[in-house]
Nanobody, 121 residues
Framework: QVQLEESGGGSVQAGGSLRLSCTASGRVLWLRTMGWYRQAPGKQRELVANYISGGSTKLLDSVKGRFTISRDSHTNTVYLQMNSLKPEDTAVYSC???????????????WGKGTLVTVSA
């Protein structure tokens, strides 16, 4: 059974930094994508950043130049380094992965529980 274990998040003043991490625990056979979504109150969930198998990454336009996603392939962990945070970055950030686990019938989508990031002005 694969689970996504998140850490990081919290409260910070505008201009500050936070780092989120997410580890896919369990027996992962193949990781196709892994990254972070966020949902602010009253808004739709949006993809913030993700790692795509093969090495490419995708970043939301509004966080380019401020956020960086990286991956540790040995531990199936992705990190989201968030710098120059703005109040509009306030949201629940949820880890997401599309992967194939040992013993499964194919690729499945997994979600973490979510972690709150609050940026005050």
């Amino acid at each position: 059974q694969v689970q996504l274990e998140e850490s990081g998040g919290g409260s910070v003043q505008a201009g500050g930094s936070l780092r989120l991490s997410c580890t896919a625990s369990g027996r992962v056979l193949w990781l196709r994508t892994m990254g972070w979504y966020r949902q602010a109150p009253g808004k739709q969930r949006e993809l913030v950043a993700n790692y795509i198998s093969g090495g490419s990454t995708k970043l939301l336009d509004s966080v380019k130049g401020r956020f960086t996603i990286s991956r540790d392939s040995h531990t199936n962990t992705v990190y989201l380094q968030m710098n120059s945070l703005k109040p509009e970055d306030t949201a629940v950030y949820s880890c997401n992965a599309d992967l194939n686990a040992y013993g499964s019938t194919g690729f499945m989508e997994y979600w973490g529980k979510g972690t709150l990031v609050t940026v005050s002005a």
